[in-house]
């Protein structure tokens, strides 16, 4: 196991420690674990999980083992990736998971084939060849458990039993569906007639969209009432102010740069995490007011260019879990969303700003434009929110005589 990168940059551990306010027994723990790790530097270690498990047998202080596993988690994942311990999680040890890790060797290879063959041929969306990758490697991981060790063994049955249940009953989507077919597709390169085979072998199923929930007046209005008051932080409102008044999304938001803000020309810029293509927004007065009482009254000090910083210390740029937890703690204080079955999160904010702009007439390809997709077609599905333009397509009913009875629910 090569420590050197421990053993040259171990100080710059501890002094980040010692700049963010760590107590001096932590930073003293932490200190005293390195040094044993790289005095004792023995052949046998091929990961810290074989160094936890050392000391684990060495050891005959129960209390001792407690903080060790912590503390070394938090020193492999300096060395290996030079993250920093934040007081906000307790450091494990990093072992990777997933189905792709399981994968014997031929099926991993598809997969690895699959992700070179989409760069090469231009899909440039990391979200999209994570996701078909990670459907791909889903898929072989079912097939592998049912006894297929490669392609050429698959059977029909090893191949709806994916996506079937012993009823007969779907369990997986049509996206799912398409994700595999794409790995299959570009494994064609690599083993022609097994992936044309089960390629074949794929059922056709058709897309079924869910109706798009979205917020009711009354819920914006409660919303806009809590931001009236001092309940939430000044963070905390310009987040939910640009959440709900420019449909932004909460991966966008935590990376939002100081310089993204046009205080001149009263314009957001920023490239979208997604789709890595480039979106300006009108900054609206209240958020822009929201944005600027942050920064300068609540903002901490930090060498980070982002808008939004976390409020503990070490103060860093927001993670995205961080974004989804606000919404439900809004939802939960203005009381509203809280039935069975009822949608929480970010994407509510962007379903009814577009619901917003359908019914005052706005055309698709700006509500596209706003939202930052690449496509106007992205805009379809919610078309199906615009209740006021539904209606006017209605058709009536008033030549057609019905019997009393139908009206009669008893």
Excluded at 26 to 51: P, V
Aim: charged share 25%.
């Amino acid at each position: 196991m090569n420590l050197t990168n421990l053993r040259q940059n171990h100080e710059e551990l501890i002094n980040h420690m010692k700049n963010s306010g760590y107590s001096m027994s932590c930073i003293y723990m932490y200190r005293h674990q390195i040094r044993e790790i790289l005095e004792l530097d023995l052949e046998s270690w091929t990961s810290y999980k074989d160094i936890h498990q050392y000391f684990e047998s060495v050891s005959t202080n129960q209390k001792d083992l407690k903080w060790r596993r912590s503390v070394i988690g938090g020193i492999e994942h300096f060395d290996l990736f030079h993250l920093f311990p934040d007081r906000r999680r307790i450091c494990s040890f990093i072992e990777p998971t997933g189905a792709y890790y399981s994968l014997n060797p031929d099926f991993r290879q598809l997969i690895d084939h699959y992700k070179a063959y989409a760069k090469k041929t231009g899909k440039t969306y990391e979200t999209t060849i994570d996701n078909e990758s990670h459907s791909g490697a889903t898929f072989f991981y079912h097939l592998q458990q049912k006894g297929c060790l490669n392609l050429e063994s698959v059977e029909e049955n090893d191949v709806l039993s994916y996506f079937l249940d012993e009823s007969g009953n779907l369990i997986r989507s049509s996206g799912c569906c398409k994700n595999v077919r794409a790995v299959l597709k570009a494994g064609v390169e690599l083993n022609p007639s097994a992936c044309k085979r089960v390629l074949l072998l794929l059922p056709h199923l058709t897309e079924h969209r869910k109706n798009i929930q979205v917020l009711t007046d009354d819920e914006i209005e409660k919303i806009n009432l809590l931001l009236s008051t001092e309940i939430l932080s000044l963070r905390d409102k310009a987040i939910i102010s640009l959440l709900l008044h420019t449909g932004i999304r909460g991966v966008d938001i935590i990376n939002l740069k100081l310089q993204s803000v046009n205080w001149n020309e009263d314009v957001i810029r920023l490239v979208q995490s997604k789709t890595e293509t480039e979106l300006e927004l009108p900054l609206r007065p209240n958020v822009g007011n929201a944005i600027y009482d942050y920064i300068i009254e609540e903002r901490p000090t930090c060498s980070y260019d982002t808008v939004f910083i976390s409020e503990a210390v070490p103060h860093e740029p927001l993670k995205v879990q961080t974004i989804r937890w606000l919404v439900r703690k809004v939802f939960k204080l203005a009381n509203i969303r809280m039935g069975k079955g009822e949608r929480i999160g970010t994407h509510l904010f962007r379903h009814n700003l577009t619901r917003k702009l359908l019914e005052k007439d706005t055309s698709l390809p700006v509500i596209s434009n706003i939202l930052g997709h690449t496509s106007p077609k992205s805009v379809d599905p919610y078309l199906h929110t615009d209740f006021p333009h539904l209606k006017e397509c209605a058709l009536s009913i008033e030549n057609f005589p019905i019997r009393m009875e139908v009206f009669d629910i008893d």
